[in-house]
């Protein structure tokens, strides 16, 4: 191995990139895309969901706690004259929830005797959309449990203002009291943003190292190289620092992006999230080098590349948390690198998390980067 | 084989049915393509169906129990019963407990304070949850089924079971909820994420086939040779694309028999709405994968290009998270996408039993989208030479 010889590799790959357009445009584009549009779509506040109301009671206490709902910002409030209406609006997906007040829904809630039934609405929620009915099941029942307490305390003339955003606990039972450490709002975007970083990494640079390889054999120019004096690992290292540069590149970009643009940078060390984002490149360069590999053209190795990335991301936990996994599919995720490289990436930029902390993650992918590695350059020993 | 006719017999239709019938042949041969039809709904459902879902499972916990009452030990046994979370570990101070949050072993701790017992017999008792905000989306859940407990905790000393026989299904408080969630009793995320199955692998067929295959007809000239050809520039695109219509229709049959016979999960409205919603938005896009292939100069462009359509289609459109709960502007900028107004069809129909008229919008959105995109594929569409 010579240092000039592979400067010389270095230089020419370098030159190829920065003359082609396209790649350039791609490497700069797609990490930038792909934050902004994941970043904002991971959202659990309630916000002014069309709500559905058929009101058989009428009465001042039914319309005190529809008002609260609207005025809780969470719920938009329409009316519907008969259950059935309401119920073919639900179907149609006009609204998301509704509301129904029975007849003797006012006269219960003011006249209520101790050991008497209480007054009853029924909620019906649409649960075709899973997220967004459990959250707004939340938001509903303690805005009208809060408001029909004060209503039956007949303390009907203060605001409902105030209240309404968090969940209120009912009088009688055990109050519940909740914050949430790193993130009090529960913001959806550091989390998503730090889980792009794992994305943007697993699947983009696998897919370019791949067609760049397979392009390079194709288009003969593997064979020259191999008779300069160059030798493959040289000619290897050649194509691929370049492109590891380039992404470490990217997360830098990535990060100063998230920092202008979403307010969002590290809780933890910088330097120490770059240098793990670094190495977790050469894994994901390794697994493009086996798919190159294998592949025989280049629309063989993006249709290997794609197909297999799209289960190895699910099961990251980049969207849906591992944690949520049958047993066995949970094995499954720890082997796959990117998973316990989100998680690290997670743990630096929302706890703050130190080497210390992620020992045992690093290890893991320490190991898996490894044996990556290793096997990606045994397929192409095999190949060459 | 007839001498051509002095007058012009091929028409706009037999044009097309003449290169249908030579990419149906291409297509049989391609395996790869074959590969990836079959494997690609298979690997999906299986996803789907068994893997991916938002609802708690395994939540690791840590208990801080400063009344060690009996009360206090009751309200543990009940949350730990939920079935959401794993045995609590118990740790000793709330520094200990943070610590574990910060590592992230815990996802929420539970403090009872001393009291506790006293203040329930006062008929005021309280506890302190903290939750790791680093998982949002988790610790909502999570915090709402501790509240849930909380709430429905009885500190006299009743167990849920004997609460649940005495007064059924109603929750303490003036106001009796009675809920119900419509469509999907359990609140099942497979549901929610088999409904629109075929239209994540219907988005992935349609653009990869239509932009790779008039790329490879570039690339290997034979574009350029339909110069010489009768047809025109849209019979030959037209043409090339009317198999895939019956192999989208293939796709989206096995989607909707491996949910129904692996998962129970079978369409609950009408299958005729179903099939005439899909057809425009097959259509659609087709439409876009021929005006991707238009911009690219290479099969590997025309990939990235396709690749770099599908993943914001997916986050964006609904299929995998709640568009209704995205910002205003992401939210309208999704409505762009065809698989936003595939989904919101498919989820009336499959999900919620709506039969035609409940789609009729989604139709005409996608029809309008069709016919913009062929518009602009006519006008990208001139073969050049060089």
Known sequence: MSWRRLRTLLIREVRATLRDPFTLTVLIAVPLVALLSFSFVLSIRVEHLALGVH????????????ADLAGSGSFDPRHYATREALEAALVAGEISAGLVFPPDFARRLLGQRAGERAAEIQVLLDGAETILAGNADVFLRSIVRASGARLAARDVGQGARGSAARPEPAAGSVRAVTRALFNPKLDGTPFMVAGTFGFVLSFLTTLITAVAIVNERLSGTFDQLQ????????????????????????????????????????????????????????????????????SSTAAEAVQKTVLASIPLIQLSGFVFPVRNMPDAVQWVSELIPATHYIRISRAIYLRGAGPIELLPELALLTLFGALLVAVALRSLARRA | MTPPPTTRRHGFASNILALAFREMMVMRHDRPFVAMITVQPIMMLLLFGFALTNEPANVPWALLDRSHSAASRRLAQEIEG??????????????????????????ALVAIPEHFARDALRGDPEIQVLLDGADPLSAARVGGILQEVAAAFDPGGRSLRERAA?????????????????????????????????????????????????????????YEQTLSLPTTPVEFVLGKLLPHVGVSYAVLAIALLGAGIGFGFWPQGSWLALGLLTLPFVLASLSIGVFVSSLAKSSAQAIFLTVFFILPSFVLSGVLLPYQLMPDGVRQLGGLLPLRWYQIGLRRIVTRGGGLDDVLVPILALLAFFAVMLAVVRWRLKPRLG
């Open chain 1, 227 to 294: 008779l300069t004096p160059a030798t493959n690992l040289e000619i290897l290292l050649g194509k691929l620092l370049p492109l590891g540069g380039i992404f470490a590149l990217d997360v830098v970009l990535m990060m100063f992006a998230a920092e202008l643009i979403l307010g969002v940078w590290p809780r933890g060390s910088a330097l120490f999230f770059v240098v793990i984002s670094a190495f977790y490149v050469l894994t994901s360069l390794s697994m493009g080098l086996f798919f190159s590999a294998t």
């Open chain 2, 82 to 107: 939920t079935g959401y979370f794993l045995p609590p570990r118990s740790v000793a101070s709330t520094a200990e407990g943070r610590a574990l949050l910060e590592r992230g072993a815990a996802l």
């Open chain 2, 166 to 222: 005495t007064r059924p299904a109603s929750t303490p408080g003036p106001i009796d909820l009675r809920r119900r969630f419509w469509f999907n009793a359990t609140l099942a995320d497979r549901k929610f994420l088999l409904a629109t199955l075929g239209g994540m692998l219907l988005t992935n067929l349609c653009l990869s086939v239509s932009s790779l295959g008039l790329v490879g007809e570039r690339e290997s000239g034979t």
């Open chain 1, 55 to 66: 009101d058989a009671s009428d009465s001042s206490a039914s319309r005190r706690i529809v």
